[in-house]
């Protein structure tokens, strides 16, 4: 147990008397902590460990939720026709695709929200804003006869899910010593990437099965409300507010000033941007391929099964930065858009089998890949912004200010790819009746990024790869 020492207390003198005050944490009233070093080993041995871990369980339930919330529509959408709205084909691809172009814009305000309010004050308070499209989506999918713009701006609003990813990150990131901040980060990313996986798995069963096989769409809104409570209640409960956080907005000038936060950023659009894109995507992408499938009986459960692709693109986003760390998160990059572009390409030349399981394989194999580039793009910047300053002037922003605020600012432009790639399929199929033009440019542009990576990053004579960054 860690050693708490209240502000206030009446027990204060008994406390200090019993133990190492310098070991203790100093929580003084709404759960302000005044004294958090976690570079201290003394410190993060007896208190901070402990304090650290039970904040990164709360704010990975809260992030998942997010996620959960901010992939609404991408089911939703597939029992809209069904449930007797008449949207068109274009207006349910904008369903798909607004709630991304948000959420990636929410990203940018809500990483200086930790600072301005307090990681736990902020995270009790982004999690009650989802009640808002959860709540709201429950009373719209109610009435067929919901205006376009309605069901629209609903969709935006699970953005507020999108922009959670960011404080998280920003939150736990001062929890933690660097020693451990890699491994804090990369758990509370994955647990709320599953939060996407979780949201198609669940939501079928919950509108068609355990509604007695009657289509009850209220239920995919109502199904967050309890949890989204208890979220919020556990991190007014249990969470901290750290003194000690601060918002770096001259490193985020300063970062913009950067030529590789735009090339990375570019990066992180095909790769991050593919698996929140593609998830959003997936079921409906299987419904209007397989029509015959979804309309079997057990057409919920093949839907259902589009949970796979961003289960999978979760657990293998750790092990991207794994590997990254011992080959070079460069030429892990150049080999995985490589790979998009060849499973890509042989998910073209399948369609015309209409092969479900294939088609299903090569996705998995797709969202697997893009799992992997996430892990190893993302381990990348802290070194790229190292080395860019090597060898220059010494300026007022040091390099590692510069990372810090460039993870947030590329994981807010990378979120843009779940816009463009649920809105390049809409478009090809309006236009042509299929999605295989959207396919054939995704091919092009994994083959133009892993050309990037390569040149800028992984090729031999850069100092990137002499560093193997």
């Excluded at 953005?159 to 990131?173: C, E, K, Q, R």
């Excluded at 985020?252 to 936060?261: E, M, P, R």
């Excluded at 289960?311 to 892990?332: E, T, W």
Aim: aromatic share 14%; net charge positive.
């Amino acid at each position: 147990m860690h050693q708490v020492i209240e502000k206030g207390s009446d027990n204060v003198s008994a406390q200090l008397e019993a133990s190492d005050t310098s070991q203790a944490l100093q929580v003084q009233p709404g759960r302000w902590v005044s004294n958090w070093t976690p570079e201290d080993p003394e410190f993060w041995k007896r208190t901070g460990s402990a304090v650290a871990s039970q904040n990164l369980k709360w704010s990975i339930f809260a992030e998942f939720l997010g996620f959960s919330v901010w992939q609404l529509f991408a089911i939703v959408v597939v029992y809209l026709p069904a449930a007797g709205f008449s949207y068109s084909t274009t207006q349910l691809f904008w369903l798909i695709s607004i709630p991304s172009l948000v959420g990636a814009t929410l990203r940018i305000p809500y990483t200086f929200m930790v600072a301005r309010f307090g990681g736990r004050n902020w995270t009790v308070i982004s999690a009650l804003l989802l009640l808002i499209p959860a709540g709201g989506i429950s009373l719209a999918l109610a009435d067929p006869s919901t205006p376009f713009w309605v069901m629209l701006s609903l969709a935006a609003l699970t953005g507020f899910g999108g922009g959670n990813f960011a404080s998280s990150m920003a939150n736990i990131t001062y929890f933690y010593p660097a020693s451990r901040k890699g491994w804090a980060l990369g758990l509370n990313a994955a647990g709320g990437n599953l939060g996407a996986a979780v949201a198609q798995l669940l939501v079928p069963v919950i509108v068609t099965v355990f509604a007695a096989g009657a289509l009850q769409l209220p239920l995919a809104g109502m199904l967050w409300i309890p949890l989204i409570l208890l979220s919020a209640w556990g991190a007014w409960k249990y969470m901290h507010n750290l003194s000690s956080a601060r918002s770096d907005i001259r490193g985020a000038i300063a970062c913009l000033k950067v030529k590789h936060l735009w090339i990375i950023s570019a990066l992180y659009v095909g790769t991050f941007g593919s698996f929140i894109g593609f998830s959003a995507v997936f079921p409906k992408l299987i419904v209007d391929t397989f029509p015959e499938y979804a309309a079997l009986p057990l057409g919920t459960a093949t839907i259902t099964l589009a949970f796979l692709g961003p289960l999978v693109a979760s657990l293998a986003r750790p092990y991207g930065g794994k590997i990254a760390d011992k080959l070079g998160g460069a030429r892990i990059t150049v080999a995985t858009f490589g790979a998009m572009a060849l499973i890509t390409a042989a998910l073209v030349l399948s369609l015309p089998r209409a092969n479900f399981w294939m088609f299903l394989f090569l996705f998995l194999l797709l969202f697997t890949a893009s799992g992997i580039g996430n892990g190893s793009t993302y381990r990348m910047i802290p070194a790229v912004f190292a080395l860019s300053d090597e060898g220059k002037q010494a300026s007022q922003v040091d390099s590692s200010r510069k990372a810090a605020a460039g993870l947030g600012l590329i994981s807010a432009i990378g979120a843009y790819g779940g816009f463009l790639i649920p809105q390049a399929l809409g478009l090809s199929v309006s236009s042509t009746g299929a999605y295989t033009t959207a396919f054939i440019i995704f091919i092009a542009v994994y083959l133009l990024l892993m050309a990037t990576a390569w040149f800028a990053y992984a090729r031999s004579g850069t100092r990137f790869a002499q560093h193997g960054v």
